[in-house]
């Protein structure tokens, strides 16, 4: 009979259902040691590294700007101020397959640089390693622009653009002011009150920090947000519609006297508040980098230049205050005057003449000045014009100011003092002498000039404004009343070499100024300073001279027309800012006539 083969019973077991499911569970339990070890490793060995990680994947940072304080007038009106804007953003992982298509777009639509802006679209590495998520590809966009410029995106199939608010700095006057408030880069202020009070414009930018996915935020992800705080507006003195008219009286006589530049300042008397601040050529804020003028900054400030005879304004007032003089002195002044190393002249030829102190200063003679200086003691001089403030800064609010040159006692020889008499062999900037005069116009008491309202700390930490201006006396109530009375001669029609310089229905009080200017040039190989024939020419007043309320200085650089004097030239713009000025704030006409003083003997 057959012999029956019997199963293997170690088969029989591997294909049974027991065996089976003993081998799944086996199975099952490597896998969950091989998750468990790994969870270990995660949150035990290793945790805060691993989460690090795992957020950064899914993560964005980004920066809240903060908005820019305004930068207003004496009226509210703005000089700079901060509007809706918006930065394009660019998600690289998505803009990456499109780049060129993209940067070309960007580029005609906002003007952005192509070469730029596309290694950026591309897929890149942050510095930590990550896959870039986030890029700027323009900033400070007008906020409607940016709108019509991703719409138009979207329609293109253009993906991984986004925006984000970043305000846009505007300056609606264009080049009113500019050369006050300066201007905004991308990132950085340049010049003026942009730069010098950047702290408290600028603010402090915010954060955000949130959960993306798909190149998309997740709405409720987690998300750690850092709010901006805004910056402060700062209050200036000055007054727009006065800039405006300053700034563009002050072209048209640069253009007219075919001179290199000018400076125009207006100041109140009482506050040393500055109401106008001009200078020729300068610049739109809005787009300095079309302008011409290579230097942005405020000349009225930066530039120091020999006053001329604005100086003797000065020199003979603190004669008086010192009890040498009065404005009735006479003196015999010859046509020249033999001083040890040069010979002095007058501007015109003349032969002896008999002169009072307000002649010489009603003729401006060069002379006259200094055989009155020769009664002030040694060092009497120099020390009262330090106290107008010659040699230092008068920190109206602006950086980068030149202190000029007010000679050290050492170098003070008789032949200096002689020239600085009269204004040359020292040097100053144009607001140190409009406070200098404005000290006469405000009966002798020195008041800081400032370009701030209230009170206001700069960068450096120096606080300036109306709230901290100082004053102190120079001269006495007495001597500048004799200054005034012999400045108001000045401009006398028949006796004064400045009457263009007076205001219809105003009393003036006024100086001319002519210097010869001091350029750079190289003698025998070495670098110095010396004189080339041309000159500055300027006038420095107040009005109404009974009771001022205005102190104007007008100074234009290098006049090349035939007969350009400071009455001539500056005269006449000081007249029209000055009228512009009384009519403006509503000055009462001089009610009283002026007090004849005699220029001659």
């Known amino acids: 009979m057959p012999r029956t083969s019997r199963p293997d019973p170690r088969l029989s077991r591997r294909g049974s259902p027991q065996f089976r499911l003993r081998a799944g569970f086996v199975m099952i339990a490597m896998v969950l040691s091989l998750f468990g070890a790994r969870l270990v490793q995660l949150q035990g060995l290793d945790p805060e590294q691993y989460a690090a990680m795992a957020a950064a994947e899914g993560t964005v940072d980004v920066v809240l700007p903060a908005t820019r304080g305004d930068i207003l007038d004496r009226n509210g009106q703005p000089l700079a101020q901060s509007i809706e804007g918006v930065a394009i953003i660019g998600d690289p992982t998505m803009t990456a397959d499109q780049a060129p298509q993209i940067a070309k777009f960007l580029a005609e639509q906002l003007d952005v640089d192509y070469f730029r802006v596309l290694p950026l679209l591309r897929e890149h590495k942050t510095k930590t390693g990550e896959p870039a998520r986030f890029e700027y590809l323009a900033r400070h966009v007008p906020a409607t622009v940016g709108e019509q410029v991703l719409q138009q995106a979207e329609s293109r199939h253009f993906e991984g653009l986004t925006s984000l608010r970043d305000p846009v700095r505007t300056y609606p006057g264009g080049d009113i002011g500019a050369n006050i408030t300066g201007f905004m880069g991308i990132d950085k202020p340049y010049g003026g009150l942009e ?293 108001e001669r000045v401009v006398d029609e028949d006796d004064g070499v400045a009457p263009a310089a007076n205001v219809p229905g105003y009393r003036v009080a006024g100086k001319t100024g002519t210097a010869q200017r001091v350029v750079t040039c190289t003698v025998n190989g070495v670098k110095q300073g010396c004189y080339d024939g041309s000159n500055t020419v300027s006038f420095a007043g107040f009005a109404p001279a009974e009771d001022p309320r205005f102190t104007v200085y007008v100074v234009i650089q290098n006049p090349r027309i035939s007969g350009a004097g400071g009455g001539s030239t500056a005269g006449p713009v000081f007249s029209k800012l000055m009228g512009y000025a009384l009519h403006r704030y509503g000055v009462a006409p001089s009610h009283r006539k002026q007090t004849v003083l005699p220029v001659e003997w």
Not at 362 to 376: E, Q, R
């Open 195 to 487: 730069e010098v009070f950047d702290k408290d414009l600028s603010g402090q930018d915010g954060s955000e920090k949130y959960e993306v996915g798909d190149g998309n935020r997740i709405p409720l992800g987690d998300s750690v947000t850092k709010p901006a705080r805004d910056g402060q507006d700062l209050h200036t003195t000055i007054d727009r519609d006065l800039q405006w008219y300053a700034q563009r009286t002050l072209r048209q006589a640069v253009e007219d006297a075919k001179g290199d530049s000018g400076i125009a300042v207006v100041m109140d008397t009482r506050t040393g508040e500055v109401l106008a601040l001009a200078d020729d050529p300068t610049f739109s804020a809005s787009d300095p980098a079309a302008a011409k003028v290579k230097d942005r900054r405020a000349r009225s400030l930066n530039l120091a230049y020999e006053p001329g005879s604005v100086e003797k304004v000065l020199t003979l007032s603190a004669l008086i205050d010192a009890g040498k003089a009065t404005a009735r002195d006479r003196l015999l002044v010859p046509g020249e005057l033999d001083r040890q190393d040069r010979v002095i002249h007058d501007h015109w030829e003349h032969g002896l003449i008999k002169l009072t102190l307000a002649g010489v200063l009603a003729k401006s003679s060069n002379v006259g000045t200094v055989l009155a200086s020769d009664k002030f003691a040694p060092g009497e001089l120099r020390a009262y014009l330090a106290k107008f403030g010659l040699g230092q800064p008068t920190n109206v609010g602006l950086g980068a100011e030149s202190r000029g040159n007010l000679p050290d006692p050492a170098l003070w020889t008789s032949q200096v003092g002689d020239r600085i008499a009269f204004g040359q062999s020292l040097s100053v900037n144009a607001m140190q002498m409009t406070a200098a005069v404005n000290t006469i116009a405000n009966k002798g008491v020195r008041v800081d000039p400032t370009l701030i309202q209230g009170e206001a700390r700069r960068d450096d930490g120096m606080e300036i404004g109306t709230d901290v201006s100082t004053t102190r006396r120079v001269v006495s109530a007495d001597a500048a009343r004799q200054m005034t009375l012999m400045m």
